[in-house]
C-alpha cells in the first residue's frame, strides 16, 4: 500500500487538498490538475521559514503588556473557582500573576486578527457543495437498511431487524478460568485485600 501525504494548495482562491502518492491525484471539484511534486517543493520550502512564533504573540520584558491588570484578590477568586490551591507565597503569586497577564495578552493578539470575510469553520471536513450533496441521506441511501426490517404486531405496530444467526462457538469454546492465577472449580478467587 503506498503511503500520502496531504498538502494544502493555496495557489487557488480557495484552499484545497492534494495527495501524493505513487499516482498524482486531486481531490474533486478542483478545476485545476496540480503536480503534487512542484507542490510538495513549493510547500517543503513555504514550512522551512517560520513566518511567526508564539513567541512572538507574548509580551517582550520591554514592551508593556496591553493586558488588564490583575490584583490579587481576582486571582484567588480564580483560584477558587478552579478549585486550585492557593499561592503558598509572595514569590509564587507574583509568578503565577505574571503567567496570567502574558495569557490574557496572548489571547488578545489573537483576537487582533483580522477575520474579515473569513466563513466560521463548522467542522473539518469538506464543506463544499458537491461534499454536501454526498452526505445527504435520502431514502435511496436507506433502501439496504429499510429492506432488514419487519413490521410485527397487530395494534401496535413494532419494528424489528432481521438478522442474521451469528456463529458464537469461538466464543463459546473460550477457556474464561484460563489465565486465572487462582481458580476453586468454575469461580475466580480474589483475595480480599483483609488478612
Known sequence: MATRRCLICVRAARPTLLLQSN???????N???HNSSEALAD???????PSWSVQSLL???????????????QLHHLLRLSALPLPASAEEETKMLDTLSSQLH?????QEVDTQGVQPLRAIRDETSAAGKEQEITMETLKDALAQEDIIGKHHKRIRRRTD??????AEDWDVLGYAERKS???FVVDSGKS
Not at 165 to 170: C, M, P, Q, R, T
Request: net charge positive; no cysteine.
Open 23 to 29: 499516482t498524482r491525484r486531486s481531490m474533486p471539484g
Open 31 to 33: 478545476s485545476k490538475r
Open 43 to 49: 510547500w517543503e520550502q513555504q514550512l522551512a521559514k
Open 59 to 73: 509580551p517582550s520584558d520591554t514592551q508593556p503588556t496591553d493586558a488588564p491588570k490583575i490584583s490579587s484578590k
Open 106 to 110: 496572548f489571547v488578545r493578539e489573537i
Open 165 to 170: 444467526k451469528i456463529d458464537a462457538k469461538d
Open 185 to 187: 472449580g468454575k469461580y
